[in-house]
Nanobody, 120 residues
Framework: QVQLVESGGGLVQPGGSLRLSCAASGNIFSFNAMGWYRQAPGKQRELVAIITSGGSTNYVDSVKGRFTISRDNAKNWVFLQMNSLKPEDTAKYYC??????????????WGKGTLVTVSS
């Protein structure tokens, strides 16, 4: 129904930057909120940032002022610009989408994840 393809992860030194991208496609009525979660080894998955179709954003406290989420509604892309990266940002980052199917039913989707490693 929906495919989420993430890109942009990799290895970066502390203080560096990365930009994650996620392309959403599928036969759905609408993409609503789009966002990014992350999961570090041995930890629970946590919401990093989310953006509504209207552009309202929300961030976990630990990334405020360093990460910026944005989206391209015409192309159904969501981005996460990550600056001033810290070793504790190391995790697998997952794209997340809340959608409305053509039937009118809500359904959420996850990408397969992209690994971000912050290390010197």
């Amino acid at each position: 129904q929906v495919q989420l393809v993430e890109s942009g992860g990799g290895l970066v030194q502390p203080g560096g930057s990365l930009r994650l991208s996620c392309a959403a496609s599928g036969n759905i009525f609408s993409f609503n909120a789009m966002g990014w979660y992350r999961q570090a080894p041995g930890k629970q998955r946590e919401l990093v940032a989310i953006i509504t179709s209207g552009g309202s954003t929300n961030y976990v406290d630990s990334v405020k002022g360093r990460f910026t989420i944005s989206r391209d509604n015409a192309k159904n892309w969501v981005f996460l610009q990550m600056n001033s990266l810290k070793p504790e940002d190391t995790a697998k980052y997952y794209c997340y989408v809340e959608s409305t199917l053509v039937t009118g039913a809500p359904m959420n989707f996850w990408g397969k994840g992209t690994l971000v490693t912050v290390s010197s």
